[in-house]
């Protein structure tokens, strides 16, 4: 086990090789529209920038089998974010300076060339060490590591080794490179900071202050730090790990933060004006923005965190959200994945109005729904059912959401989470917009001020998509299939 576990591409056998193949043909749950790994696990984007007229997406991948190994970046190129197209492994972690997995890392584009910031990992029979190193994305899609790495060697005092995913931006004449990171003294997660004039050589800064109160704060790790602009806004997104639920929020194995706010580099400290959870679904972790972007801020996440799902019999696990465009209203981070719309194709398209029930017989599970009341709070639900019974339920009651999957659940009876997610808005809802991709849900509220990510693995029966209205108020609906 140990052995396949720090198996990486290079060394693939003839046999892993005619493995693969299988697995690449093999269809049955796999998204149309969601990047999933050809074989293997695939878990956090990496490297998502906008370089040389093209879009840039790299993925954490194991390639071996379905639980997590050796960890390589994968790499992708898409014209419109959209189509994509694969180039294999272009960071393959050979080095004694990643032994054991390159981990987690992002993007900045300076000129001709895109650096790509990643976390070489190692495993000490005394625990854990992290270094942090860069490689070179030249414009012909070559990637080649930094003969001086680590850039970074070690982690700072004070903290464990527990020291990954680098951010890297520029404010001013100076880089700064934001870092996930667990203290030693009370084992709790936090940002530290470097600074850098040429990102090359860096200088530790210290710990960045997120001045609000809030229980993610008590986390034991901060993973996958992201700073943005939207809007005029600071943005810091960062995975917390190990909260306890609070009413409707971190209900998760682990959960997404936003802030929106003030940066101040000079003070470290981030002064937040609102914060939340990113996604209230099931499925959503590690979710970084597109670097260099020629237009909308953008992210892209893993929907995933599971250990065991039903596509591992078909030698792949996990796949990535749709990517989301962002934007700031009522100080609140939106998403929408503005491209999707923009590029599928669609057929079969129907419009109506339903005051009681509607249900729509499904010839495939790629599908757009968008669901508008005409009256603000009124009681209505949406579910997807097959004919065996299962269904997947949103229900709404004045401001007031249900999403259970408990009939359509994936998961051994022991799943410690739970199978529903709720939330209470402080908005009328107006329109429910839900996107269904063969084994995936993505679930917009007025237009992205919520989201819910919903993974779902079905059988081959057939399915339907009821509509009721619990008032009989009129409801509109629009729905059509995606193609590519």
Known sequence: MNELKYKTIDLASKNDLDKFEVIKENSKYRPKFHIT???GL?????????FNNEYHLFYQWYPFDTFHGMKHWMHLTSSDLFHWQEHGAKITPTEKYESHGAYSGAAIVEGEQAYLFYTGNIKLESGRDANQCLALLSADNRVVKYSGNPVIQSVPNGYTGHVRDPKVLKRGEHYF?????QREKDLQGCIIVYQSNDMLHWDFKGELS???EGKFLDAYMFECPDLLTVDGH?????SPQGVEP??????NKFNVIYCLGHIDFDTLTFDVTHWDELDRGFDFYAPQSLANTPDKQTIIAWAGTDEVLPSMEHGWIHCLTLPRSLSVKSNRLCQFPEQLLKTANNHQQLEFLI???ESIELNNLSFYLDVHTNNNNDDFSISLQNSNGKEITLSIQGKNILLSRKGYEHHDSDWNFGSERQLETDYDINNIKIISDESILEIYINDGMDVFTCLFFPDESNHQVNISSGKNQPLDVEFKYLTI
């Open 37 to 39: 790994p050809p074989h």
């Open 42 to 50: 695939l878990n956090d984007p990496n490297g998502f920038c906008y």
């Open 177 to 181: 490179m934001l870092l996930g990171a």
């Open 210 to 212: 997120i001045n609000v």
């Open 234 to 238: 600071d943005v810091l997104i960062f």
């Open 246 to 251: 609070c009413s409707f929020r971190f209900h």
């Open 355 to 357: 005051k009681q029930h």
